[in-house]
């Protein structure tokens, strides 16, 4: 018999709704789980991706899952785990980190047998390069096996992969596929094997009303009964409350009636989201999310659905992005150097595995000239001469200087931050900062 914990989605590091206490409620629900395996002395915790939230984790979470992993680790239970599609980066992995810290094992082709039931993993693939996939294991001798996969697969909702093709081409018969990325807890049998999700273990999106926990997957014949090999058993976690207010206005009502609606729930520490509808007065959510906080809430978010009509015609343009980013970095007053760089960095001709060693070249080819290296940036006419500031650090332009902080200038888009409110949790391919920000460290500073 094999008793493991099936987790996932934990996406450690995301500072929701732009709130530290927040960030430390996802790492705080990946702790609780690891706790649960602990005292529940289970063989194993199965980790189905996109145990951070970004391929650039701050230092902070990153410390903080490895504090959690060697708190596993030193109670004998191993942590196997697959790379999902939030934290995948182009080189070596996180897990990999970790995997070489003894504190993870990264599951791939070749099986990794715990009790009687050998698991494999099957990392995020991004739906173009499904088609060239092999789905070859390598062959084992325990009593059962598992494949943990990280991807939206049939039947459950927003599936984009065939479950019935990956287990019909397989080398492997698989008694259950263990899945992260749908943040939405779910089990099916397909093609005579067991298919589940756990969903994640905080709430990454106003969508994910639902308590939030993780599977016990149970690997005995003897104990499930009758034909079944696997048994799956759903467990909560107690994580952050969230407080969902959904207020219909009638005709005259407004203000009043939205803080009638809120006093109706206890807010402490709350998450609070309101929903307006109806046909009432106009609404200000700053006022709304304000009231809210002064009655408690950790955070509070107004969203308003109604629609507001008017007569004003708006006549919107969109500028050509290559032009507005090709004026703006000639404004920089970079070298010729910076200049080459930059060209090496945005071409559509230089692989992008081979833009590094490309950019080392060119530099390397410009090292016998100096001059190559002075550009004008900081020149008000080009002329090389230091534009004049005042002591915020605003030019003469009405620029100003960065944050202390490494502020980010996207930092106040909730969009831009928050890209899984309004989806179940996948993003097909994330894009890749080019430049980490202050605080956040590369795979390269460890590997």
């Known amino acids: 018999m094999t008793r493991v914990i099936h987790t996932g989605d934990t996406h450690v590091g995301y500072q929701q709704y ?74 070596g992995q996180w897990l990999d980190l970790f995997e070489r810290l003894g504190l993870a094992t990264r599951l791939g082709g070749s099986p990794t047998v715990v009790g009687d039931t050998a698991f494999y993993g099957l990392d995020h693939v991004p739906v173009s390069r499904r088609d060239d996939l092999e789905y070859a294991f390598e062959p084992h001798d325990a009593d059962y096996a598992a494949l943990v996969a990280h991807g939206l697969f049939e039947p459950f909702a927003h599936a984009d992969w065939d479950t019935e093709t990956v287990l019909d081409e397989s080398d492997v018969d698989f008694d259950a596929m263990l899945l992260g990325d749908n943040h939405t807890p779910d089990r099916a ?26 599977n016990l997957v149970t690997f005995d014949e003897a104990a499930v009964g009758g034909d079944d090999r ?29 803080r009638e609606r809120i006093r109706e729930h206890d807010l402490a520490d709350a998450v609070v989201l309101v929903e307006i509808t109806g046909e009432g007065d106009p609404v200000t959510p700053a006022a709304i999310e304000e009231f809210a906080d002064a009655e408690g809430a950790l955070v509070a978010r107004v969203t308003d ?58 530099v390397e080819e410009r090292l016998d000239d100096p001059g190559a290296f002075v550009g004008t940036a900081g020149d008000e006419d080009g002329t090389g001469e230091d534009v004049e500031t005042d002591d915020e650090g605003a030019t003469d332009e009405g620029e100003t200087a960065a944050d202390d902080d490494g502020g980010d200038a996207d930092a106040d888009d909730e969009d831009a931050r928050e890209g899984t409110d309004d989806d179940p949790g996948s993003d097909d391919e994330p894009t890749e900062s080019s430049t980490p920000a202050d605080g956040q460290v590369s795979m390269e500073d460890y590997l």
């Open 18 to 91: 732009h709130s530290p206490v927040r960030r430390q409620d996802f790492l705080d629900a990946f702790g609780a789980v690891v706790d649960d395996a602990i005292d529940d002395d289970v063989d194993a915790v199965v980790h189905a991706g996109d145990l951070f939230h970004d391929r650039r984790p701050e230092l902070p979470g990153l410390m903080g899952t490895i504090t959690v992993l060697r708190r596993l680790a030193d109670a004998g239970v191993p942590f196997l785990a697959v790379v999902g599609n939030h934290e995948s980066t182009r080189g």
């Open 305 to 362: 659905r109604r629609t507001v009509e008017t007569e004003e015609e708006i006549d919107v343009s969109f500028a050509d992005p290559e032009v507005a980013v090709r004026e703006r970095i000639e404004g920089m007053g970079l070298s010729s150097t910076g200049l080459d760089v930059d060209d090496v960095v945005r071409s559509d001709s230089v692989a992008d595995s081979n833009v590094r060693e490309t950019v080392k070249t060119r």
């Open 189 to 214: 049998e397909v093609a005579g094997t067991w298919v589940t999700y756990p969903g994640s273990t905080e709430r990454a999106s106003a969508s994910e009303r639902e308590g939030r926990g993780y």
């Open 230 to 258: 696997v048994e799956i058993r759903r467990r909560a976690l107690d994580t952050r409350e969230f407080v969902f207010v959904s207020v219909d206005l009638r005709s005259g009502e407004g203000e009043a009636r939205v």
